[in-house]
């Protein structure tokens, strides 16, 4: 079973930065991508960001690319954590903010995440 556990949000204003962190413990695959996703209210839950455990591989939706950085934590006291840097944040990047530890793409820009692996999620208000 794994479990995950997202952490880093809260309130901002627009053009402020902050990181989110995913830990997940638990029957990881190191060959699987981590993935971040977002939902706001009165919307569907959309693809953010994802990459490879051992941090190659990073991919971005359209509308964060060039202000989100994924990145995978390389400590050994920090294994199996991803972070999402995110900067130049407007209200429209508010949402619910979940990290599925196997996600993958279906066709181009199609993303899911296993069932059982996703977090809580973790709240981003950008005020303007």
């Known amino acids: 079973q794994v479990q995950v556990a997202e952490s880093g949000g809260g309130v901002v204003q627009t053009g402020d930065s902050l990181r989110l962190s995913c830990t997940a413990s638990?029957?990881?695959?190191?060959?699987?991508?981590v993935g971040w996703f977002r939902q706001a209210p009165g919307k569907e839950r959309e693809f953010v960001a994802a990459?490879?455990?051992?941090?190659?591989?990073?991919?971005?939706?359209d509308s964060v690319k060039g202000r989100f950085t994924i990145s995978a934590s390389s400590r050994a006291d920090a294994k199996n954590t991803v972070f999402l840097q995110m900067s130049s944040l407007t209200p429209e990047d508010t949402a619910v903010y979940y990290c599925?530890?196997?996600?993958?793409?279906?066709?181009?820009?199609?993303?899911?995440?296993?069932?059982?692996?996703w977090g809580q999620g973790t709240q981003v208000t950008v005020s303007s």
């Open positions: 599925n530890a196997d996600v993958w793409e279906i066709n181009s820009g199609t993303w899911y995440g296993s069932n059982d692996f």
């Open positions: 638990g029957r990881i695959f190191s060959n699987t991508l």
């Open positions: 990459i490879g455990w051992s941090g190659d591989n990073e991919f971005y939706s």
